[in-house]
Every structure is written in structure tokens, then in C-alpha cells.
């Protein structure tokens, strides 16, 4: 992870983390299923054959895009989220008004917290899914120190004034 703050601005960039051994099982599997599927193509319809193809080919793609070339970059501003995915080059960028999102946190709470979250309207938008709970927390500070006026309105409970009165 690595975090920018510019003027009215904070970008943290993610990238996922490489342990070998989830990537080791992940290439055994699509492995083991591109042996299945190339075995069973005399049983297998023209159509079939081309969903399991394309299946493969996803697979070794993100694998691929897990090692080499999947980055998050995710942007705050005064007016913005911004969520820029790429891979390889192709890029996808989300953008919500800063005015319409609230509930900044961690995903899966229930779970092992990881990634953020927010509420937009009446739906969650999730982001961040290769941050750590403690990189979470990080970004949200950080937030706290570059922009506190976006904080007010997606954590409406954070107290800023508190934190100024500590400094004073």
C-alpha cells in the first residue's frame, strides 16, 4: 500500500499481496480443470466446450493479473471517491459524489475485517479488498489528517474538534 497526500487530496494505491501459496493452488487448480475440460471435450458440446475455454483462460488471466499487474487506486477529494481499477494496462474508474457517501469501514465485519466499505444511498460500495485491517485504519486516518471536512461526512461520528482541542 502505498499513501500520497497532495493538496485536497489523498490517494492510496493497493496492490495485492503475492504469498506463493495461495498462487501455487490457484495454478494447480486451473490446471487440474484445463486437464479436465481439454479430456472431456469429445463429451462436450461446441458450447460447453466454449464456456469451460473461456473459464480457463479467465482463470490464468487473473492469476496472471494477481502476480504481475493488478493495482487499486483509490482517491479522495473534497467532491470524490474515485476507484480506479487496473490490469495490464485496461483501467475502470468508478467515481461517487463525496456529498452522497457515508458509514466509511471496514468490510466483513463479521468476518476478518479487510478492505473498505461505505454506504452510497442505500447501497454498499466496497473497495480496497487487498487492504489489511491495520492498513484500513491507516487510510482512514490519514483521511482524517488531510481532508477533515470529507471525514465529517463519512464518518458522521468522529468528533474533529476533540482532536483539535488536543493540539491546543
Known amino acids: 500500500m502505498e499513501m500520497v497526500v497532495a493538496s485536497g ?9 503475492q504469498h506463493w501459496a495461495p498462487l501455487t493452488f490457484q495454478a494447480v ?21 466454449l464456456f469451460a475455454t ?3 483462460l479467465g482463470a490464468i488471466v487473473a492469476w496472471f493479473g494477481h502476480l504481475f499487474g ?3 487506486v483509490i482517491e479522495f ?3 470524490y471517491l474515485r476507484i480506479r481499477n ?8 468508478r467515481e461517487f459524489p463525496i456529498a452522497e457517501c ?4 471496514p468490510q466483513d465485519l463479521t468476518g476478518s475485517p479487510h478492505g473498505l466499505q461505505c454506504r452510497l444511498g442505500r447501497r454498499t460500495i466496497e473497495f480496497g479488498d487487498y487492504l489489511s485491517e491495520q492498513q484500513g485504519i491507516e487510510v482512514v486516518s490519514a483521511l482524517e ?3 477533515p471536512g470529507v471525514v465529517q461526512t463519512l464518518l458522521p461520528s468522529v468528533d474533529i474538534s476533540r482532536d483539535l482541542m488536543k493540539l491546543v
Do not use: I
Not at 86 to 93: N, P, Q
Open 70 to 72: 493488478w493495482e487499486e
Open 145 to 147: 489528517d488531510a481532508l
Open 86 to 93: 487496473e490490469v495490464f494496462g485496461w483501467e475502470r474508474t
Open 29 to 49: 487448480t486451473a490446471a487440474a480443470f484445463a486437464a479436465l475440460v481439454f479430456s472431456a471435450r469429445p463429451r462436450m458440446s461446441s458450447l460447453e466446450f
Open 54 to 56: 473461456l473459464s480457463v
Open 9 to 17: 487530496l489523498l490517494r492510496v494505491t493497493v496492490q495485492p499481496s
Open 102 to 105: 457515508s458509514d466509511l469501514g
Open 77 to 79: 477529494d473534497a467532491r
